[in-house]
């Protein structure tokens, strides 16, 4: 079992809808979370960044953690074309390597 | 500014050869990372280096693959000899460890590499 399990989608959605993508894992040391967005033929770039429990919010994005389940969330809300791309959910026990998630892709149509 | 800088962008080789992939971090960061990504497996750590000195190396295949930071500004990562199955993107990313960004870690555009 990987440490870390997303849905590779694809996932595709109307121009305004809410999306909502996930993982779920395995090591309960994990203490930082993170959602980097990956446009294709790019490197990724981190999008949220939460540590320990708890939701945060930037705009039309919210990451939620939620440790006793071993389960976060990314929601996008009113979901744009520009949206679509390939979002990895990354964690870490201490601030050095993070392990990825494979990534969900995404596509909003319009 | 100039962000993580990675060359070649593309290369295909013919399996046998070397590859070395090159990159400079940001300036002023001081932990260096290669990852890999396939389809198949997504993005796996290679190696990270903290302050030009390597961490940790578990994630290297095999003794094919082997990578140095001589300097604070470049690091090599070398296949030696190359397969079809080292067919992948390869990433720098680089992070400075202390400061209010300590986990936000930068990523070059990638090298593609296809071994024929």
């Known amino acids: 079992q990987k440490e870390v399990e997303q849905d590779p989608g694809p996932l595709s959605v109307p121009e305004g809808a809410i999306v909502s993508l996930n993982c779920t894992y395995s090591?309960?040391?994990?203490?930082?979370f993170m959602w980097y967005r990956q446009y294709s033929r790019k490197g990724p770039e981190l999008l949220m960044y939460?540590?320990?429990?708890g939701n945060k919010e930037d705009g039309r994005f919210t990451a939620q953690v939620d440790k006793s389940s071993k389960y976060i969330s990314l929601f996008i809300r009113d979901s744009q074309p520009s949206d679509s791309a390939t979002y990895l959910c990354?964690?870490?026990?201490?601030?050095?390597?993070?392990?990825f998630g494979t990534g969900t892709r995404l596509q909003v149509f319009p | 500014d100039a962000g993580v800088i990675q060359s070649p962008r593309h290369e295909v080789t013919e399996m046998g050869q070397e590859v070395t992939l090159r990159c400079k971090p940001i300036?002023?960061?001081?932990?260096l990372f290669w990852y890999r990504q396939t389809m198949m497996r997504g993005l796996e750590l290679l190696i990270y280096?903290?302050?030009?000195?390597?961490?940790?190396d578990s994630g290297m295949p095999e003794d094919r693959f082997s990578a140095k930071m001589p300097n604070a500004s470049f690091s090599t990562l070398k296949i030696q000899p190359s397969e079809p199955r080292d067919s992948a993107v390869y990433f720098c990313?680089?992070?400075?460890?202390?400061?209010?960004?300590?986990?936000?870690?930068?990523f070059g555009e990638g090298s593609w590499l296809t071994v024929v």
């Open positions: 090591n309960s040391a994990f203490q930082y």
């Open positions: 280096f903290n302050n030009n000195v390597p961490i940790d």
């Open positions: 990313a680089s992070r400075q460890l202390q400061g209010g960004s300590g986990n936000t870690i930068y």
């Open positions: 939460t540590y320990s429990s």
């Open positions: 300036s002023g960061h001081n932990s």
């Open positions: 990354a964690m870490s026990p201490r601030t050095d390597k993070l392990i």
